[in-house]
T-cell receptor, first 112, second 114 residues
């Protein structure tokens, strides 16, 4: 099973770029990598999903090396409102529960 | 567009009582998921449905928990009888076409069992 490992917490300052790395050494060929953000008292919110190389949207970028054993979520110029917990999930459409395991996530604290 | 709608937002009840949590998924989404979140255990998948059929209920804690999806626009999670250790935030989510597709979460139900 493609278990994911993330740092428990990270600190940053407003305006900085933040990179959160997720390790998934046992990722399978059909697996996608998905990141979610969760604010206190809210449900997780989808940020970005990718399979390989680089994916960018209006919120973040996702970098995936060729071996796909890790991925990095990049948040450009964070603000206080980016303080949240970030989860990395790995799975394919045929992996059922495995694609739905959130793990402990990374708690990002952005300081002024 | 309306997102996933959960009710009630908060529920406080005494142990032994029956609790029913409700969820309306996004129209057109084939998958519906029920999660529970606590400080100790994080976000746990309880059960998920595909086209109203339960696919995996291995995360349901015990027989006191049951979930139904009578139609594509409604699901319930029932706890009977409730216990203090069931206190948590319960989230419902839906996704369009596959279990690994981006999920849309509701605002959750904060359940307190006294």
């Amino acid at each position: 099973l493609a278990k994911t490992t993330q740092p428990i917490s990270m600190d940053s300052y407003e305006g900085q770029e933040v990179n959160i790395t997720c390790s998934h050494n046992n990722i399978a060929t059909n697996d996608y990598i998905t990141w979610y953000q969760q604010f206190p008292s809210q449900g997780p919110r989808f940020i970005i999903q990718g399979y390989k190389t680089k994916v960018t949207n209006e919120v973040a970028s996702l970098f995936i090396p060729a071996d796909r054993k890790s991925s990095t979520l990049s948040l450009p110029r964070v603000s206080l409102s980016d303080t949240a917990v970030y989860y990395c999930l790995v799975g394919g459409s045929d992996t059922g529960r495995r694609a739905l395991t959130f793990g402990s996530g990374t708690r990002l604290q952005v300081q002024p | 567009d309306a997102g996933v709608i959960q009710s009630p937002r908060h529920e406080v009840t005494e142990m032994g009582q029956e609790v029913t949590l409700r969820c309306k998924p996004i129209s057109g989404h084939d998958y519906l998921f029920w999660y529970r979140q606590t400080m100790m255990r994080g976000l746990e998948l309880l059960i998920y449905f595909n086209n109203n059929v339960p696919i995996d209920d291995s995360g349901m804690p015990e027989d006191r928990f049951s979930a139904k999806m009578p139609n594509a626009s409604f699901s319930t999670l029932k706890i009977q009888p409730s216990e203090p250790r069931d206190s948590a935030v319960y989230f419902c989510a839906s996704s369009p076409t596959a279990s690994n597709q981006p999920q849309h979460f509701g605002d959750g139900t904060r359940l307190s069992i006294l």
